[in-house]
């Protein structure tokens, strides 16, 4: 299979796997806390990466293994906390749709720290992007008054740093196999997991016994094997088949997965929030849309 093709498959299958993630985000939390869900959720993917790629890490030179670094905390580590606390008082479809900004910072960040120029089209749909989340906010926190809509900033505050470890692996990880870089962002991530997870005490007597312990551990197994491992090595792969820009377009699809998963779950959506997210992937099509690009 071509490259064309294999990154469109990608996208597709990670736009499935990563709409999937947020509502099981919700699930793990009936029975976990913010910092114990995450904690877990890094130790078990930890251990299926170093299971099936320990060998990949031996050809990471000592100046990629910075950068190896700083992907796995800006990708992976910082995420995972920043989505469980935002889910205790936003939806899950919310959370979703508001991980579509990840094109629009994608194209902010690549220009102030790797100078990778833009067009006047990505300036606008940045604008255009940026104004639809701040409806979705506006709109959410009206319809949903017994949720906290600040910890929305939580999930704009993940897309910024995805938008980061999008433009590392493009600009300085190359020559690093996917698995590589998936299981040598876990070598930084394992330690302070597991003393999160020691201090937190998340497999502690009062957490195994409760109602719904052994159905968030579950569902944490799902997301940690698809939503963190598998996914992770697919997008380190598709971001090194395209672009950082294509890579992340996948957050087209995500939403749409996402809120499928909400209203079955009963989650509240009004069609002002459904133009919230038109015009956040609006914005994401004009970022995307191909035009002579401007140096500034």
Not at 31 to 57: A, D, E, K, M
Not at 70 to 89: C, K, M, Q, R, W
Not at 207 to 235: D, N, W
Request: aromatic share 14%; with cysteine.
């Amino acid at each position: 299979m071509g490259d064309v093709n294999r990154k469109w498959l990608y996208l597709i299958v990670l736009s499935i796997i990563w709409g999937t993630s947020y509502i099981l985000i919700k699930k793990g939390l009936e029975g976990f806390t913010p910092i114990q869900l995450g904690s877990v959720r890094i130790v078990i993917t930890s251990f299926f990466l170093f299971l099936v790629g320990y060998r990949s890490i031996r050809n990471i030179s000592k100046k990629e293994w910075f950068w190896v670094g700083l992907s796995g905390l800006f990708g992976s580590f910082i995420p995972v906390f920043l989505f469980s606390y935002a889910e205790t008082e936003i939806d899950s479809g919310i959370a979703s749709i508001l991980n579509s900004l990840v094109p629009l910072f994608t194209i902010i960040i690549g220009f102030m720290a790797f100078k990778i120029a833009f067009s006047r089209n990505q300036v606008v749909g940045v604008l255009v992007g940026l104004l639809g989340a701040i409806l979705l906010i506006y709109v959410g926190s009206d319809i949903n008054p017994n949720q906290n809509y600040w910890y929305a900033g939580l999930v704009v505050l993940a897309t910024i740093l995805y938008a980061c470890n999008a433009n590392i692996i493009k600009s300085k990880l190359q020559e690093v196999s996917p698995m590589g870089i998936a299981v040598g962002n876990f070598v930084f991530m394992l330690p302070p997991a597991l003393i999160l997870l020691f201090y937190s005490g998340a497999l502690s007597a009062p957490v195994r016994e409760g109602t719904y312990f052994m159905s968030s551990l579950g569902y944490v197994l799902i997301l940690s094997i698809l939503g963190t491992c598998v996914a992770k090595v697919m997008f380190n792969k598709l971001i090194q088949i395209s672009s950082p820009v294509f890579s992340v377009s996948v957050t087209y699809l995500i939403p749409i997965v996402g809120i499928f998963w909400g209203l079955l779950d009963g989650e509240l959506f009004s069609v002002w929030q459904v133009g919230a997210a038109g015009i956040i992937l609006g914005g994401v099509y004009l970022v995307n849309k191909r035009k002579s690009v401007s140096q500034h």
